[in-house]
């Protein structure tokens, strides 16, 4: 991987070709010269917007045309592969979708700290204030800072000084690439496809999810009937008869009625599975793959986080209401996945006990990992089936004994927190936040750090069905 990563830098770093006059770099449009990339602005050197941590009321909306014309041309101007910068500006904000501020405080286009643009920011449109939420100012701004990060020999060391993880500059260089293979619409094309894909993802969850709950209800009217069909044979008097009869009859009705909502449903997910198995079809048929779809990835290759979302959406507390457990609290329709590689022990794609629709799977480790809770799980999701990290499993609900949507996850037998182990702990901030306790910031940030060299890759109550 490292080397495949290294060539895609060097055949990026061949497509710059800086223009430089001096230590100023000279662009055609925009103020006549732009800052070096040698020197930080001095402070108060730059006119600031007056509500800089503020998103502006109508934010920029940017075609593909003019979005490619000023990453190519920030690219020249400080010798960065243009490439590059369209993928830190997917990566970032979405191209101007989702601007901040962050958790941490990271604002505009190319999500920059405060501090660090008051360093690295300058005024690329010419109007006089140097502002992050204007994509000119911004673009041109991270092309300067990743030129003097040594963006213009070694990419790999910029982009690791932009963001200190191995994953990022991993995720950068092979976005970088896809661009660099002349597919300009790659990002909008995968923006469309994200949001066809979430919204089939939550069809089939609340599908499943109403399925589950008609499913409980056929089958308490259903267990109602019997007992009053019983009853009516064990009472002697005519007039007890006829009336137990007569109330039979009429659960009796209800009981169909609830079967016949159950097979409604029933063909309502049945749709929903086709239409997502649709949209995970164009989502792996275009050139980035499954890019942007996928689950959380470790440092340690073996294990993801288990619910899909982001912090901005899935938390979790250090400990569990009365035995060791992790609920993760995420919106119904998350997508869930196998954390590690391994088998599917039991599958129960119905609600069964307290854990309501589920699956244990058991690692190559030999721990096994039960899931609770699920609004849908995956039909492949049955006894015996291998699953490998990553793999889609199903979507969170609020099945069984739940109060709200979440997943319940715990080890068999459950003498430990999953969320006290070091691959858990590794995904705050960048998977999940904590509830109970500070949460590191989130990672894509523009931070200034100090040159470094590139690291070498490298009685206890158990939640049954019963």
């Known amino acids: 991987m490292i080397r495949k990563l290294a060539l895609i830098a060097v055949a990026l770093l061949a497509t710059a070709a800086p223009a430089r006059a001096g230590n100023t770099f000279v662009v055609l449009d925009g103020p006549a010269t732009l800052p ?14 007056a509500a800089m941590s503020t998103s502006p009321l109508e934010p920029q909306q940017l075609s593909v045309a003019e979005l490619t014309a000023l990453w190519q041309r920030a690219g020249e101007a400080y010798g960065i592969p243009w490439e590059i910068l369209a993928a830190i500006n997917d990566i970032e904000s979405n191209f101007g979708q989702n601007m901040g501020p962050s958790s941490a405080g990271a604002v505009g286009w190319m999500q920059f700290m405060p501090s660090t643009w008051e360093r690295w920011g300058l005024d690329a449109d010419g109007d006089g204030v140097a502002n992050p939420w204007v994509a000119e100012d911004a673009i041109f701004a991270a092309a300067r800072y990743l030129a003097a990060a040594g963006g213009g020999t070694d990419i790999e060391r910029a982009l690791f000084a932009y963001n200190h993880a191995d994953w990022y500059v ?5 976005l970088a690439a896809t661009y660099a293979r002349g597919d300009l619409q790659a990002p909008f094309l995968i923006d469309t496809l994200t949001m066809n894909l979430e919204l089939e993802q939550t069809r089939v ?25 019983e009853r009516v044979e064990g009472l002697a008097l005519l007039s007890d008869s006829l009336l137990a009869r007569k109330q039979a009859t009429l659960i009796g009705v209800r009981s169909q009625a609830a079967a016949d909502r159950v097979a409604r449903l029933r063909a309502a997910l049945e749709e929903a599975e086709l239409a997502l198995a649709a949209a995970r079809a164009g989502s792996l048929a275009t050139p980035l793959g499954a890019a942007g779809f996928g689950p959380s990835m470790g440092s340690a290759a073996e294990y993801v986080f288990p619910v899909g979302g982001g912090p901005e959406l899935v938390s979790v507390a250090h400990s569990h209401h009365d035995y060791p457990a992790a609920d993760i609290a995420a919106p ?16 129960w794609h119905a609600p069964e006990g307290r854990c309501g629709i589920g699956f244990t799977m058991e690692g190559a480790d030999g721990r096994r990992w039960t899931y609770c809770h699920l609004a849908y799980l995956e039909p492949s999701v049955m006894a015996g089936a ?21 997943l319940h996850l715990q080890l068999a037998p459950a003498l430990s927190y999953p969320q006290a ?11 999940f936040s904590w509830q109970d306790a500070a949460t590191p910031a989130p990672k894509r940030v523009f931070a200034v750090v100090a040159p470094a060299p590139m690291p070498v890759s490298s009685g206890v109550v158990l939640f049954t069905r019963t």
């Not at 991993?170 to 092979?174: A, G, N, P």
């Not at 119904?332 to 590690?340: R, V």
């Not at 182990?421 to 998977?431: L, P, R, V």
């Open 386 to 406: 291998a699953l490998t990290a990553g793999t889609p499993v199903g979507f969170v609900g609020s099945t069984g004994a739940s109060t709200g949507p979440h």
């Open 205 to 229: 969850a609340e599908a499943g999810a109403a399925l589950a709950a008609a499913i409980r209800e056929e089958e308490r009217l259903a267990g109602a009937e019997a007992r009053a069909v």
């Open 421 to 431: 182990e070091a691959w858990f702990e590794s995904f705050a901030g960048n998977a």
């Open 170 to 174: 991993r995720d950068v260089l092979e």
């Open 36 to 49: 070096s990339a040698e020197v930080p602005n001095a402070t108060g050197g730059i006119a600031l917007p």
């Open 332 to 347: 119904t329709g998350s997508p869930l996945y196998a954390l590690t590689d391994g088998y599917v022990v039991h599958g």
